[in-house]
């Protein structure tokens, strides 16, 4: 089996990687980190290289887990690792900025995988198949599309440690109250609980809506008790916009499917949320959002997994134990129920391509993401990894972090796990929905408008960036499974 590489691997789901498999090349080694650890060996030796060292460019979240990992990496091969650290929402143009300066100082890039389009197009980013023919990475704990979101443009780029898809979180303490259970399903003919569809949870969001000094099941709300928190802020709206469509956003000639019944119907349910939402709620990012759910202020929240967490682990915590987590809620399409789970964040590494050592810090990458040590990692009790493998649900040391409900919830996530638009240029398909969503939310604009103007918009993208070639990788990402929908 051990000559049996990721190639073989992907194939058996349809998420064949098209790098050549040299048996004579195969590192030595059992298991993936013994084969990193190997190879890194030997490129030291080959290259007489004296103290080693790679340089990574780091989200800030990270700061206080990478040095536990670098230090062992260290001991293992004698490669030093510096880190430095910057907050995520600077890194991709750091990214792009070596693309024109091409100095070589960062080997190792750390960010989420909508960067990698405009990173691969620049080509400030390297394949990394010629290197894993040899190392051998086994993804294939990893559910499908979570494999898929490693590829771009039928090469891997990126290898993913962080299983940052959305999921949807209600407050079990307020479900248990007396009363509770009889009134809701007199009311909505469903038992109250982990909704199916987005438009059930609306009804959860509008049930549970309740007045400061109200007293309901037997409880008196001593401050305003709001239905829903979610993200409807720019550069956050589309992260959560594929929850609501349920499917691909364009046809196979990238025309857009949002100006239909369907993309409306989304505008439409995106919006009327809202009003279950605190004030302001436009304007929130992560830290607003994470506070508030800790308050004890909200019965519901969707967000990306580590929300549960900071819930659990923030010392101010008014919702410890108190947290039940839910598969994402999805829509009816055609009449199925089609869940999407958005990779809305999903940290992850690539290499930069003007590395002096690119094909060592191949071998750390593969190292820090392999079955063991990233168990390791997504175990660490001051990482933010979050839990991404099926190995996970045997793992103690995650399920005592992260609890056994949330493990076996988020990893079924997985399944349904979909990444935001993978095309160069995506920021502008973004910045574009975000700003229409946004005057519906605020009532300055019909769902109707808001559809026709973001397809118009879309299209002028499309034309900006060259329609043809645009078309070539839409089709390619959707043929290779990576948002699971099909033309």
Known sequence: MRRVWLGALLLLAGLYLSVPTVLGEVLPGVTVEERAINGAREYIKQNN??????????????????????????DLTGVKMRLVESIYTDIPA???????AKTGEYDIFNQFPSVVP????????????????????????????????QTYNDKFYFFLLDGEQLMLVLRKDLLELSGVKEDFQAKYGWEPGCPETVTQWEQLAEFFHTKQGQTRWGKTFDQDLYGALGYRSLNFSHRHFPVYFGGLWFDKYMKPRINTPQGIQAIKNFAAIVKYMP????????????????????????????????????????????QLSCLMPGVQVGGRLVR??????????????????????YYFLQWLTGPTKGDEAIAHPQGFWTPMRRSNLTNEAILTKFGPQFVEVTLENTKYATPLLM????????????????????????????????????????????????????????ESGLYLDKF
Do not use: C
């Open 49 to 74: 290289l004296k103290n080693p060292s790679l340089t990574m460019l780091v989200i800030s979240r990270f700061k206080n887990a990478l040095p536990t990992f670098a230090k062992q990496w260290a």
């Open 94 to 100: 750091k990214i792009m900025a070596e693309a024109v």
């Open 118 to 149: 405009d990173a691969a197009g620049a080509r400030v980013i390297m394949p990394m198949d010629e290197y894993a023919a040899k190392g051998q990475p086994d993804f294939s704990g990893m559910e499908a599309p979570l494999q898929a979101q």
């Open 279 to 322: 004030p302001g709620i436009q304007g929130w990012g992560t830290p607003q959002i994470y506070s508030f759910w800790v308050s004890g202020q909200a019965f519901s929240v969707m967000s990306t997994p580590s929300i549960v967490g900071y819930g659990t682990a923030n010392p101010e915590s008014k919702i410890k134990g108190q």
């Open 340 to 361: 999407r789970s958005p990779q809305a964040a999903g940290t992850g590494y690539m290499i930069n391509r003007y590395s002096k050592h690119p094909e060592l810090a």
């Open 423 to 478: 095309l160069p240029g995506n920021e502008a398909y973004f910045n574009v929905l975000d700003k229409h969503l946004a005057l519906v939310m605020q009532g300055r604009m019909p769902p109707e408008e808001a559809a026709r103007k973001i397809e118009e918009d879309w299209n002028k993208v499309t034309d900006d960036m060259g329609r043809q070639e645009q078309v070539q990788l839409w089709r390619r990402g959707v």
